[in-house]
């Protein structure tokens, strides 16, 4: 890492803190030639795979996008948005691996977008699984109605 201000090839480490999601660490870094103290960001490198197979970096932007238009006309907020898409993000990286396809990232985006709201995870789940009759909706609302009743019953006990 050269030093923005005099172009030194080094520099120290004299801070890390792990950011508060947990996804990058930042330091605090001091130039030994001129004294200058600057910072970094570390990110390990996560990259998806398009089904055209071009390769970009992970965007938690491309997620929320994709989520947006299965929420449109629900009370989802931006916010909302956001932490489903840290969520996801949070759950790949979480298996350890640096490049995935976007079946996958539509797959990590079901769980938490079911949590969030269902008629937006049923329109999702409509494109992403490509459902193609109304039998398709039926399995899926009826696996719903039964996490339903499952909870229900799990309150009562
Ligand atoms: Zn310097």
């Not at 001091?30 to 398009?50: D, H, M, W, Y």
């Not at 947006?68 to 916010?79: D, L, M, N």
């Amino acid at each position: 890492m050269h030093c923005p201000f005099c172009r030194h090839s080094d520099s120290r480490v004299i801070d890390s803190r792990t950011s508060d999601d947990g996804l990058s660490i930042r330091r605090r870094r001091q130039c030994p030639e001129c004294g200058g103290r600057f910072s970094t960001i570390e990110t390990a490198s996560l990259n998806v795979i398009k089904r055209s197979g071009v390769i970009e970096s992970f965007s938690r932007e491309k997620v929320m996008s994709g989520v947006r238009k299965a929420c449109q006309g629900r009370p989802v907020t931006e916010a909302d948005l956001a932490m489903l898409a840290q969520a996801v993000e949070e759950s790949v990286r979480q298996t350890g691996v640096s490049q995935i396809d976007t079946n996958e990232i539509g797959l990590a985006i079901l769980g938490p977008l079911r949590e969030l709201d269902e008629i937006a995870y049923l329109r999702f789940a409509s494109v992403y699984q490509a459902f193609e009759t109304l039998d398709d909706f039926d399995d899926a609302i009826a696996l719903l109605r039964a996490d339903h009743a499952e909870r229900a019953s799990r309150q009562d006990a």
